[in-house]
C-alpha cells in the first residue's frame, strides 16, 4: 500500500512525498518500527522520519520525529553483508550518516524497497555532483514545531534528534551470535570471510526459533550463477543489455539441467481452524521434497476476513503447515502471500535457499467488480538456479452452471497479475513469461450432464476415467477455453469436494452436492515429471480433502567454466561491433485508428518492430515536452521499452482502455481519442506513431446531472449538447426547456429488472457477472435497444454497481463526505444531510435506499444483511475523494444503515 498518502498531508502545499516506505530502526537491543518519506521542496530533498500506525492511511497515523537533510554532510550505504544480500527473503540493512551522527535501518524484502533507496542515492548524487551549490533547507524550519521528539531539528540543518540520539546511547558494539533479532558474524577458513548466519523476515510465521535457521550462508564471492542477475540490475546499460540478450540466446552452451523435487498441495479449508496434524498430507512422500508450494482456500469466511482482509487464521494454518512439514529435512520459510481466504506459503530446503532470487508475491481479486478478493488469486515468483518460476494458487467462481463466470476469472487472473522486476524501468513479468508454471487451487470446475446418484454409482466402482470425461475443466481445457498449454496428472482418486464436514460421507445437505474435483493442480514447461497426483481422505477438517502433486522440474544450472568462456566470447564480438552502426528499425505501419471505443471494452492493436540495423537496439516510448507520461491514460504499449537482438523483431501492444476516470471527459467531448507516440531508440533516431479512434459516449462515466436531462439515449445526443451538460453538471438553477427525470432513465431500467427478477436471487450483489453480458447491458442501455436488459441477474447487478462506482460525482456528493462521517452515529442529522442535497442525487439516494430496503425483506432467500448491503453500497454512493482509512470506512457504512434500517427522508 502507498503510505506516501498520509505523509503528503502532514507537509506544506508547495511540498511533496516522492516516495515512503516503512523500516525498522535498529537499536541495540530493541527495533522500533519508522515510516521513511522522500521530501522534496524546491529542488531541496529530505527524509522525513515519523512514527506510526501499524498501516498509515492518513495524517492522522503518522507523526513528525525527525528530519534529515540530503546534504553533503548526508550519506548512506549498504550494510547488508554480501551473504545477506543473495540469501532468499533477506531484508536490507542500510547506516544513514548526518554529520557525527548514524542511523541503522532495515527495509523489508522487495521491490519497494529497493526503488525507494534507488530515488535516495539518485538525490544524493546529485548533490554531490554540484558541491558548490548546497541546498539551504530552509524551507524545513515550518516543521520545527510539528516534530515530537525532544531533540529534534532545532535549527536550519540541525543536527538529528530524537531517533539518531537514541540510537547512538544505545549503540555499542556489534551482538554476539547468541543475542535475539541479530546477524551472527563468524571467520571462515579463508582467513577474512565473514559468513551471516541469516534467520526468518518479519513475513515468517513465528512457528520455529531463529536459531533453527542459522546455517541459511552463502559464499561472498560472485558465482558464475548470479553474475547474470547482476547483469540485471539497473546500473547496467545498452552495453550489458548486449550481453544479457547475447548470454539468454546462448544459455544452452552454458547451462546443464539437474533434477528438483517440488511438493504441491491445495486445501479449501472451508473457514476452519486445524484441529488435526496436516503431517498425512504434507509428509506423504518417502523422501523430503526439495522446495514446498502449499495453497489455501476459504481460510476465513467471516465478515471482518473479507472487507478488511485480516483474519488470525494465518498464523494458525501456517504453524499447522510448518509443523507438518518432512521430518527427515530441514526447511527455509521463503514467503507468504494471502488475499482474504486464499493463501500460498513457499518454504524450501535449507541447502537450496542460497540458490532461490528475485522472490515477488503478487495478489488479483476476481470477485464482485472484479476487485473483491473472496475469489482471484495469489502467486509467488522466483529464481531457481537459472530458471524462472510462477506458483499460482487460485480460487476461481462458485456454482456448477458458472463455469464460463471461472474461465473468466482465470483469463483475468493471467491478464492482471504481474511482478515488479528488479529493474523498476522494465515492464512486469506476467504469469506466462515465467520458464515453469505451477498452479493450484480450487478451481471448482464441477462434473456436468450427470446425476448425483450416477456420478456416486461411478465412484464406487472407481471408473474414474468414465467420470472425469464429464468434468468441466477437462472438456473446456480440450475445447483450448483455459490453461492453454497446462498439464493435469491422471486423476485416479475420487472427487475432493463435497463432504459432510469432520467425515468421508458425502454431503447429506438439502442440496446435495454432485461430487467433483474442485481441487486442481496443473503445469506448465518444459522437463517436467508427475511422481505422484493425490487426494487425503484422512483428513477431515473440511468439506473439502486436500490434494498433492509431487513434481520432479528439471532446473537449469550453470557450468562455471562454459558459462566463463561463453561470456568472454560474447563480450569480445560486442567490442567489435561497438559504435561502427547506428540503430535503427522499421515499423510495421505509423497510424492506428481504433473504431467505436466503449467504456470498459478493450481494444489492441499490434505495432511490429524489425531491426534492420547492423547491431542489436533498444527502444523505449518517451514523454514529449510538458506532458507528464509517454502516452494519454486510455492508452498503454505493452512492452513500452525493450531490447532487440540484430535481426530479430518485437510485437508491441497498444490497448485502449476507458475506465472510470477516462470516461468523463471522452463522454463530454473535452478529450478524444487522439495520441502521438514518440518511439525512441538508444543511440537512433525517434519514430512518431498516431494513435485516433472514435469514442461512443456511456452513462458510465457521465454525471447524475446530465443523465437526468437525456430524454434519448446518450448515444443519439449530439456532442455539443453532452458538452454543455457537462458544464452545467452541478448547477441546480440551470434553465432547463423541459422538466428534468427524477432518477437516470439507466438506473432505473437495472434497478427495475432487479426488483422483478432478482429480489430472492441468491448472493446477489456478492456474486460477479459475465464481462461479455455487461457489454450487451452497456450497449442495450446507452442505446436504449432493447427494452427488457439482458444477461443474467449476477451480470445485471454487477453493472448496477459499476454504474454507481463510475460516477464523476459521487449519489452523496464529494462536498458532503465530511458532514456524512460527523453525523454518522445520529439518525436524524444523516436524514438531514442527505435532504440537502441537490434535488437528483437526493432522488437517486433515497430510490436505491428503498430499493435495498425491499431486498432485506427477502433475506431469508438472497442471503442478504444489513452489514453486507452498507459495505458493498456505502463506498459507492458515499466516497472520499482521497483513499479512505479504515474508520472512514466504517463510519460511511454506518451512516447508510440508518436509512437501511428505517427509511430516509
Not at 498509515?56 to 503518522?62: F, S
Not at 522499421?586 to 467504456?599: A, G, I, M, N
Request: glycine share 4%; aromatic share 10%.
Amino acid at each position: 500500500m502507498d503510505q506516501s498518502v498520509a505523509i503528503q498531508e502532514t507537509l506544506e502545499k508547495d511540498d511533496n512525498c516522492a516516495i515512503a516506505v516503512q523500516c525498522d530502526v535498529l537499536f541495540d537491543d530493541v527495533e522500533e518500527s519508522r515510516l521513511l518519506g522522500l521530501v522534496e521542496s524546491a529542488k531541496e530533498y529530505a527524509i522525513f522520519i515519523y512514527t506510526h500506525r501499524r498501516m498509515a492511511i492518513t495524517a492522522e497515523d503518522v507523526s513528525l520525529e525527525d528530519i534529515i537533510p540530503i546534504s553533503l554532510d548526508f550519506a548512506v550505504v549498504e550494510v547488508s553483508s554480501p551473504e545477506e544480500l543473495v540469501v532468499v527473503g533477506a531484508d536490507t540493512r542500510v547506516r544513514i550518516s548526518f554529520q557525527d551522527q548514524e542511523l541503522e535501518l532495515r527495509l523489508p524484502f522487495g521491490s519497494h524497497s529497493r526503488i525507494f533507496l534507488g530515488e535516495v542515492n539518485k538525490v544524493w548524487s546529485d548533490v554531490c555532483r554540484s558541491p558548490t551549490q548546497e541546498p539551504k533547507f530552509e524551507w524545513i524550519n515550518k516543521y520545527h514545531k510539528g516534530t515530537t521528539g525532544q531533540g529534534v531539528v532545532k535549527q536550519t540543518i540541525a543536527p538529528l534528534g530524537t531517533t539518531l540520539s537514541k540510537l547512538n546511547q544505545h549503540r555499542k558494539t556489534e551482538k554476539s551470535s547468541d543475542k535475539k533479532g541479530t546477524l551472527e558474524k563468524e571467520k571462515g577458513s579463508n582467513g577474512g570471510t565473514q559468513k551471516s548466519k541469516v534467520y526468518s523476515s518479519p513475513e515468517s510465521p513465528n512457528i520455529s526459533s531463529r536459531e533453527d535457521r542459522d546455517d541459511l550462508v552463502r559464499s561472498s564471492s560472485h558465482t558464475p550463477s548470479n553474475k547474470a542477475q547482476i547483469l540485471a540490475m539497473p546500473q547496467f546499460g545498452l552495453r550489458d543489455n548486449l550481453i544479457r540478450c547475447e548470454l539468454l540466446k546462448n544459455e544452452d552452451l552454458y547451462t546443464y539441467l539437474e533434477p528438483f523435487s517440488f511438493f504441491l498441495g491445495t486445501y479449501n479449508v472451508n473457514g476452519q481452524t486445524p484441529k488435526e496434524s496436516l503431517r498425512p498430507w504434507l509428509s506423504c512422500t518417502p523422501n523430503p521434497p526439495d522446495i514446498y508450494c502449499v495453497g489455501f482456500q476459504e481460510l476465513d469466511l467471516s465478515k471482518e476476513a473479507f472487507f478488511f482482509n485480516d483474519t488470525p487464521k494465518e498464523q494458525e494454518w501456517s504453524k499447522a503447515v510448518f509443523e507438518a512439514l518432512h521430518p527427515e529435512a530441514k526447511y527455509a520459510f521463503v514467503k507468504l502471500v494471502r488475499l482474504v481466504g486464499i493463501m500460498l506459503i513457499f518454504y524450501v530446503k535449507k541447502e537450496h535457499a542460497e540458490f532461490i532470487s528475485d522472490v515477488e508475491t503478487e495478489t488479483v481479486g476476481t470477485g464482485i467488480m472484479g476487485r473483491m478478493g473472496n475469489k482471484g488469486a495469489v502467486a509467488v515468483r522466483f529464481r531457481f538456479h537459472n530458471s524462472d518460476i510462477c506458483v499460482v494458487n487460485s480460487h476461481l467462481a462458485a456454482h456448477t452452471e458458472e463455469y464460463e463466470r471461472r474461465n473468466q476469472d482465470y483469463k483475468d487472473i493471467c491478464g492482471r497479475l504481474q511482478f515488479r522486476q528488479i529493474d523498476p524501468t522494465q515492464p512486469p513479468l506476467t504469469i506466462m513469461k515465467h520458464n515453469v508454471i505451477l498452479w493450484i487451487g480450487d478451481l471448482n470446475y464441477r462434473i456436468t450432464d450427470l446425476d448425483v446418484d450416477k456420478v456416486k454409482e461411478l465412484i464406487s466402482k472407481k471408473d474414474f476415467e468414465t467420470l472425469h470425461s464429464y468434468d468441466q475443466l477437462k472438456r473446456q481445457i480440450d475445447e483450448e477455453a483455459v490453461f492453454e498449454g497446462f498439464e493435469e496428472g491422471e486423476i485416479d482418486f475420487q472427487p475432493t469436494y463435497k463432504y459432510d464436514t469432520g467425515s468421508d460421507k458425502w454431503d447429506t445437505s438439502e442440496k446435495c452436492r454432485v461430487p467433483a474435483w474442485c481441487d486442481r493442480i496443473l503445469w506448465r514447461g518444459k522437463n517436467i515429471d508427475q511422481q505422484h497426483y493425490q487426494s487425503h481422505m484422512a483428513l477431515k477438517t473440511s468439506d473439502h480433502k486436500p490434494v498433492s502433486s509431487l513434481l520432479v522440474v528439471g532446473i537449469k544450472r550453470v557450468n562455471g567454466e562454459a558459462y566463463k568462456k561463453t561470456f568472454e566470447e560474447i563480450v569480445r564480438n560486442i567490442d567489435k561491433m561497438e559504435n561502427e552502426c547506428i540503430p535503427s528499425v522499421t515499423l510495421s505501419k505509423r497510424e492506428f485508428h481504433f473504431q467505436d471505443v466503449k467504456f470498459m471494452h478493450h481494444q489492441a492493436e499490434t505495432l511490429s518492430l524489425f531491426n534492420d540495423g547492423q547491431v542489436p537496439c533498444q527502444f523505449e516510448f518517451i514523454q514529449k515536452p510538458n506532458e507528464p507520461t509517454y502516452c494519454k491514460p486510455w492508452l498503454t504499449a505493452n512492452p513500452s521499452k525493450g531490447f532487440i537482438a540484430q535481426g530479430g523483431s518485437v510485437d508491441i501492444e497498444l490497448e485502449v482502455f476507458v475506465n472510470r476516470s477516462t470516461a468523463p471527459e471522452l463522454n463530454s467531448g473535452v478529450q478524444q481519442i487522439e495520441d502521438i507516440l514518440v518511439l525512441h531508440l538508444e543511440r537512433g533516431k525517434d519514430y512518431f506513431i498516431s494513435v485516433t479512434g472514435n469514442y461512443l459516449p456511456s452513462c458510465y462515466g457521465t454525471s447524475l446531472y446530465s443523465l437526468c436531462q437525456l430524454r434519448e439515449p446518450i448515444q443519439d445526443m449530439p456532442q455539443e449538447t453532452l458538452r454543455e451538460l457537462a458544464e452545467m453538471s452541478g448547477t441546480e438553477n440551470a434553465a432547463n426547456t423541459e422538466k428534468p427525470l427524477d432518477i437516470p432513465k439507466e438506473l432505473w431500467m437495472m434497478v427495475d429488472h432487479l426488483f422483478r427478477n432478482a429480489i430472492k436471487q441468491e448472493d446477489i450483489f456478492q456474486q460477479p457477472g459475465l464481462r461479455s453480458e455487461f457489454a450487451e447491458i452497456r450497449n442495450c442501455l446507452d442505446t436504449g435497444m432493447p427494452d427488457s436488459l439482458p444477461g443474467s441477474n449476477h451480470s445485471v447487478a454487477e453493472a448496477l454497481l459499476l454504474f454507481l462506482d463510475a460516477l464523476p460525482e459521487p449519489v452523496v456528493p464529494y462536498s458532503f463526505y465530511q458532514q456524512c462521517l460527523e453525523c454518522c452515529s445520529n439518525a436524524s442529522q444523516c436524514e438531514k444531510v442527505i435532504s440537502m442535497l441537490p434535488q437528483c442525487h437526493k432522488n437517486v439516494f433515497n430510490y436505491l435506499a428503498a430499493f435495498l430496503r425491499e431486498l432485506l425483506k427477502n433475506s431469508a432467500s438472497n442471503r442478504l444483511d444489513v452489514s453486507i448491503l452498507a459495505t458493498i453500497f456505502a463506498s459507492l454512493l458515499l466516497r472520499s475523494s482521497k483513499k479512505q482509512d479504515l474508520a472512514e470506512k466504517r463510519k460511511t457504512q454506518e451512516f447508510f444503515q440508518h436509512f437501511l434500517a428505517q427509511g430516509s427522508s
